[in-house]
């Protein structure tokens, strides 16, 4: 195959493709063909004339940048909108899809970013949703749980058909959307951004899985913001700019470097350049922070942290082990059941608490993890979340009334400066795609020079571009002689914007170390715990 | 047997009939809520039934075609409220409360101007009514101790309606919990997405968990006013629509608890009127109003969430929009 010395320079890459040698079939019908699908919302036109043909039994990746339209071509592709214009043909067949149960009769199942699933509901019951086989259940049930344990020793795909399915981890609740799919007989596979939010092990199984799905001659579309996962798993590529398809390349043929310049339209550096600078005082210290919740369940303890003035501290660690709490904490979201804490001076303990107003007072900004419930509110314009937590101060609110006129001018900088797409302080909050949400929040909590900067994955579900840039800001504010806090599960992303990393593990710290000194191995290990 | 035994026999079958209503309505609000659809309109939906019940009763004299009539104008109240929460996505409080409202001025309007007695409906013919029905051996049986009586008094004697609203309780329990269209209801009172994704119309389901609460509400109205009495009055339904709601946030949206909250309002119902009048010793007379008030306290407690939502279907209330 091809050119492979960019999947040679990592082994465990190379093992990955490996998996993928199978071809896929050609002379058949494409499995599936779009022509010409456009596709505007109000002003905004998300999808262009965009044609594409996918072959059977392929692994096709999409990239682009975020707001290029990719989910939005998935969704007319599984019937949940409807194009303006443009032709969907299934095995060569025009077919109409007027909802997603077309697309399910035509074998064709798709897996959200975010999960479709019922959280109360067991494992058998989510898979039989909308698939009962009768009026009544049981019978049904039965011959379900039979062909769940079929595929699951066929595609190596094991989940307990009776755990309810709230309290699995999201690389499960993942696998249970593809058993999902699955179970309704799907031939083609679409997934958006699968990986986003796995665990890089649960990552690791999620592409085995498609491996295997592609042996069994299933086909897989795969949009992605990893340009390694691109190179390591798809047959072929096809990258969006600004709901047009661009390119299309044979993965063989490429590299990330082109990938990333074809998305972006200019070059994009994939490593991160920062010099080295003096860290100044210490202006956020944690000491024995506990946190138990009310069941009794201890989520931190005894965390002790510094954050030095002109550093960035990256905390590594698989999520669900503390970081998301000592984030509250830390911003004055959520206060700790023991311990101290000592902000630009100010003692915070669980006699004297505080809050995030107080907090943006002493100069402490945080972008939060959640930015769709935390950092902003959905159905708000632009403009007003861009001065969510702000709105108090001038010139936003004068005598008590807010004023509309600077807010919008005002978010209209941010949008300038913070590259935001589209540009219109009026549109809805929820209408960014998630990369320009999170630049937005960004731009929000960055414009205000903070002393300390609170940032909960800084990246999660960002283009390669917005990438680029979101770290350079990071980077800057640090030059600058802010603090920064950086809370990562991408160990890439840690790794290269770090000064000093701090990994958690059971809501404790279980390791330090000087950046220039941690690999992924390393880390890896310590954040499995596994090094002791 | 003993008087004391009697009187227990005598006060559940009173605490029976009282509860119909309750649990005919908690039957039909737990499918609308299931499916996430708030519904603070039952008590509307009662009294319109009840109003339809009473004046076709009047007008036919046939106690069936007074059911029908009820079941008629309380599921045309549902597909209202359907219409404004699921179809323009409007507020569903808003719109139960708007339904309580019109239910409360028209039927007073409607009585007024068909019969002109204060808002009332004429005094029924007990062959226009649905009257308690002797089961088979009810008499010859009643020398058999202990479940003789209990046989003739609580399970026999009772009205058809009344064995209806048991009836409905484990159909009920079956169709959520072990039919298609339960598990469907179920998911869309959740997730909507999940269920929309998976291909089902999210709208065609709550409509019809929304005309399914119709229906049963429309009973219960029917039983209100040609069977518990002899004709419609105004306000008759006096906020068991309320209790009713009550009785599923009580039961955690659970068919049987909320059943088993149903059968206690009603108890407290059976043994303040059993309890009107009767003086006990050092008590002196006993606040029956205050026993009377229970449920309603109870009620008012409940919905203002000292239980909390826990428990509730994660969807309620939400509109569902795909293109947000
Ligand atoms: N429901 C909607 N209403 C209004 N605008 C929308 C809606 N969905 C998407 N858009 C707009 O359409 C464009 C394409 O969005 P889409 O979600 O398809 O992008 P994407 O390529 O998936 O981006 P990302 O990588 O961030 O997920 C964006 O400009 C977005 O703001
Ligand atoms: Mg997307």
Redesign the interface.
Known sequence: MGNRHHAAAHPSRRALRALFRVRPESGAAPAIELRGIDKS?GTVRANRGVSLSVAKGSITGIVGENGAGKSTLMSIL????EADAGEILVDGQAVRMR???????RGIG?V?QHF??????TVL??L?????G?????R?LAAARAELARLASEYGLSVDPDAVVGDLSVGEQQRVEIL?VLFRGARVLILDEPSAVLTPQETDQLFRILATLKERGVTVLLITHKLREIMAATDTVFVMRQGEVVAERRTADTNPEELAELMVGRKVRLTLEKDAVATGDVLLKAEKLDLTDSRGVKLLDGVDLELRAGEIVGIAGVSGNGQTELLQILSGIRRPTGGRLQVRGRVIDTSHPTDPAEMRTLGLCHVPEDRQRQGMVAPFRAAETSILGYHKLKPFTRRGLLDHVATTAHCGLLMERFDVRPPIPALRS?SFSGGNQQKLVLAREMDRTPRILLVGQPTRGVDIGAIEFIHRQLVAARDAGCAVLVVSVELDEILSLSDRIVVMFGGRIVGELPAAKADERTLGLMMANAHA | MSEGFDLIVLTLAATLRVATPLILCAMGGLFSERSGIIDVGLEGKMLMAAFAAGTVAAVTDSAWLAVAAAILASTAMALLHGFACITWRGNQVVSGVAINIIAAGLTVVLGTAFFARGGQTPALEPEARLMPITLPGAESLVGVPVLGPIYRSLISGQNVLVYVALLSVPLTWWIVGKTRFGLRLRAVGEMPLAVDTAGISVSWLRYRAVLLCGLLAGIAGAYLAIAQNAGFSRDMTAGQGFIALAAIIFGKWRPLPAFGACLMFGLLDAVAIRLQGVRMPGLGEVPVQLIQALPYLLTILLLAGFIGRAGAPRAIGVPYEKEH
């Open positions: 919302f599984y019937g949940l909108y909802g997603p149960a077309d697309a399910i009769a798709m959200h479709m699933l019922v959280a109360p509901f019951e989510n039989v949703l909308g698939a009962e009768g009026a009544v259940l049981r049904g999902k929820s």
